[in-house]
């Protein structure tokens, strides 16, 4: 009875090397993502949506633009009647593994 045990552990053992062997493989081979293009450039949303009038940000400072790293960015503030929208979008082409989106938690203050 305990050689059946020992095999079964064996078994279990060997299960868990195999699948822990494969994620380490699939983490390895998704690190290599070829970057993304944009169908279009973010300049091309329209300037009025639904009602809504927008005016240009002033241009990110050169300090946030290098912490930030976005291939391509739009800041706007669509305004109707009493209504104000501020918009902002970060395009990246590429994200590298161990690097992640920055959080509106931790960005935006």
């Known amino acids: 009875m305990s050689g059946l045990r020992r095999r ?3 078994g279990h053992a060997v299960c868990v ?3 822990l062997t494969s994620t380490l493989i699939a983490a390895k081979l ?3 993502r070829h970057p993304g293009i944009l169908g279009q450039s973010l300049d091309t949303i329209p300037y009025e ?3 809504f ?3 240009a940000n002033p241009p990110l400072q050169e300090g946030v633009l290098k912490e930030l790293k976005a291939t ?3 800041a706007r503030t669509y305004r109707k009647r009493d209504l104000d929208a501020d918009v902002f979008v970060a ?3 590429q994200q590298r593994a161990g690097e992640s989106m920055h959080s ?3 960005c935006l203050p």
Request: aromatic fraction near 20%.
């Open 30 to 32: 998704t690190s290599y």
């Open 49 to 51: 949506l639904a009602g």
């Open 104 to 106: 509106p938690k931790h």
């Open 8 to 10: 079964g552990a064996t």
């Open 17 to 19: 090397f195999l699948l």
């Open 91 to 93: 395009y990246y082409a």
């Open 72 to 74: 391509s960015y739009i």
């Open 53 to 55: 009038i927008a005016t």
